[in-house]
């Protein structure tokens, strides 16, 4: 039986879920133990990070709509467009964490924090845009979770703001356009027999290695 876009990505996110113990940093946050330094250190990483990956996601777009994948190019831009908005929520967080445009000029990013955009900028220049939306897809679950776990405990255990917390209250809550735009871009792929499942779910694990690497770099610092 072919497989529905429903069926792909509900396998794919449950095969790629991380181990429970693959973010040290969250359960340090959650407990009120971790330095201040790494929480700054987590929304500085972040001014390089949003903005290479907006790029990356513009860059597939392109490179879907050149291949004729309509849904595809859709999902890239919805994603791009939320870079765009979690990049204007950094502020406020940056300013609770005690950094200043001085600090975000002078920081030094870490290569452990920066391997994942990096990864995703070889997805964007090597990926079949279909593969790319399966693999994406499928770490983001894991992403919002551990968002949502921060902003409660940076309200609860730091006495930071609704404003200070709404770049990590962003990606925690529900995203309908994205839903549907990843759904019918999955399907496309599918249809068009576009899509390599095997393909996405090696670039998905690597997806996941990477974003450990960044958790376990902050956890460094904490």
Do not use: K
Not at 34 to 60: G, K, M, N, W
Not at 82 to 96: F, N, T, Y
Not at 167 to 172: C, Q, R, S, V
């Amino acid at each position: 039986m072919t497989s529905t876009s429903h069926e792909l990505l509900a396998g794919a996110t449950a095969e790629l879920a991380p181990e429970p113990h693959a973010n040290p940093l969250v359960p340090l946050v959650a407990e009120g133990r971790a330095d201040r330094a790494a929480l700054a250190a987590l929304a500085l990483e972040q001014c390089r990070i949003i903005p290479a990956d907006r790029r990356s996601f513009l860059h597939l777009a392109a490179r879907a709509a050149d291949a004729e994948l309509p849904a595809c190019a859709d999902f890239f831009g919805v994603l791009a467009e939320g870079e765009s908005v979690a990049l204007d929520r950094l502020g406020p967080l940056l300013a609770a964490c005690g950094s200043d445009e001085d600090a975000v000029a002078a920081y030094v990013p870490t290569a452990g924090c920066q391997a994942y955009p990096a990864y995703v900028a070889w997805l964007a220049l090597n990926a079949e845009p279909a593969d790319a939306v399966l693999a994406l897809t499928a770490n983001f679950a894991a992403w919002g979770g551990y968002c949502a776990d921060l902003a409660t405990a940076l309200r609860g255990r730091y006495g930071f703001s609704d404003e200070a917390c709404g770049f990590f209250d962003f990606f925690a809550g529900p995203a309908p356009d994205l839903d549907r735009a990843v759904l019918a871009a999955l399907q496309e792929g599918l249809d068009l027999e576009r899509l390599t499942p095997a393909a996405a779910l090696r670039q998905g694990r690597l997806l996941q290695d990477y974003e450990a690497m960044f958790w376990t770099s902050l956890a460094a610092r904490a």
